[in-house]
């Protein structure tokens, strides 16, 4: 790093210069990593003046890149600053002039205009996914009766589900390559235990798209449940699909994609709601046995007890059949993609383990039943015991009685 300085000063006024750039010097900034030049313009002498201007040429030192010949290539670097340049500096009665700065290049813009954030070309915008649940079953015959315009006929043998497509669609998703991300067109995966995914519809048109769904649903819940996802499409990606955080990437979304991920959707929030429910049923049986810890005994009805016990073997029930937890779907099984998103989107929900805790819960619900159910049965047992001494005392007493009254006569 070095500055020079080529001067052609008169003895009077060379000390005075020396110490304006020595001051100039120490307010810059100089970098090592490129040079470019900073030209000063002499001014002309005053005409009654016999003492020479001085001429000076500085040499800064500013970062670019090596490996190009246009120093413009500075625009990749986030760390870039440019210093304002000094035009000229006279030396004519000890004083110094400074013009207006000028900049370096006409090619030097300023850095903050540009965004440095790296995106790759290839990869569009992510296409939201929303899950649902906010009932127990849907009539999906009457559903489709009212909209049979927007359904998409089945692929599979898979009967408790639907595809409904709105929007504009620019191009069929059913061919290969064919892309979802950026189209108005928006896609519904209706599944008859409650669940509704919902594939690239905004924010503001989910209420009216799950009204849809709402006229032909029973046993709606107090509370909807919800989830969010994404899946990002590159077509040049090395492998067919690949998984991150809260999203999947793969080289293309079509029909059976959205079918395959949607299945796994709409289990992984029914699922939820199920396992809140058995979390419920334990916590009643929580507090019964903090009960019978402080007194020795409990109060519940044999009606209650039967309830609960309807309700963890319905919930269980409902798992396995209408869900469908452990079938695979029929897309899975014909196209080895389609098997891997199903088996990739399943580990990362965590269906197998969160059933594994859904039935270990039923399972303590299970003991908690059978041990109430024995009390209970003791309990009318005794009844019955009591009863029977009761009435052979009756009769004890009404034969004494009966054989008093002949010996009295």
């Not at 009654?48 to 290539?73: E, G, M």
């Not at 559903?143 to 595809?163: A, C, D």
């Not at 919800?226 to 590159?234: G, S, T």
């Not at 793969?250 to 059976?256: C, G, H, R, S, T």
């Amino acid at each position: 790093m070095s500055m020079l300085i080529l001067p052609s000063l008169s003895s009077s006024s060379s000390s005075t210069t020396f110490r304006a750039f020595r001051t100039l010097y120490s307010s810059l900034s100089i970098t090592t990593s490129g040079v470019c030049l900073f030209r000063t313009k002499t001014p002309p002498p005053p005409p009654s003046s016999s003492s020479s201007s001085s001429s000076l040429v500085l040499h800064a030192l500013i970062p670019f890149r090596s490996s190009s010949s246009h120093y413009s290539s500075h625009r990749l670097n986030p760390g870039f600053s440019v210093p304002k340049c000094i035009s000229s500096i006279s030396s004519s009665a000890d004083t110094l002039d400074w013009n207006d700065p000028i900049s370096c290049s006409s090619e030097v813009e300023d850095a903050n205009d540009y965004d440095y954030v790296i995106q790759d070309d290839d990869t569009k915008p992510s296409i939201p996914v929303r899950a649902y649940f906010f009932s127990t079953s849907v009539d999906l015959r009457s559903l489709l009766e009212q909209n049979k315009p927007n359904f998409i006929p089945p692929t599979s043998r898979m009967t408790n589900y639907v595809v409904l497509r709105f929007g504009n669609v620019s191009s069929e998703l059913q061919g290969l390559g064919a892309s979802l991300c950026g189209s108005d067109c928006c896609y519904m995966v209706v599944f008859q235990y409650g669940s509704i995914v919902l594939f690239n519809v905004r924010d503001h048109e989910v209420d009216g798209y799950l009204k849809i769904v709402e006229k032909h649903a029973s046993g709606l819940l107090p509370e909807m449940r919800k989830d969010e996802y994404e899946v990002r499409e590159k077509p040049t990606l090395h492998t067919w699909m690949q998984g991150g955080l809260d999203y999947i990437m793969l080289q293309y979304l079509n029909i059976d994609g959205i079918r395959t991920i949607g299945s796994v959707l709409g289990q992984s929030i029914a699922l939820d709601y199920y396992v809140r429910q058995v979390d419920g049923i334990v916590a009643e049986f929580t507090d019964i046995n903090r009960g019978m810890e402080k007194t020795g005994t409990f109060t519940m009805e044999r009606k209650k007890l039967f309830q609960l016990v309807g309700k963890a073997n319905s919930n269980l029930a409902d798992v396995i059949l209408r869900l469908g937890l452990f079938e695979r779907s029929d897309i899975a099984w014909k196209d080895a993609k389609y098997a891997q998103i199903w088996e990739y989107l399943r580990d990362e929900f965590e269906l197998s383990q969160r059933f594994a805790s859904l039935d270990f819960k039923l399972k303590f619900v299970e003991h908690n039943i059978r041990f109430l159910q024995e009390i209970l049965q003791n309990r009318k047992s005794d009844f019955l015991e009591w009863l029977i001494i009761i009435l052979i005392g009756a009769e004890i007493i009404i034969s004494v009685y009966d054989i008093a009254h002949k010996s009295g006569l």
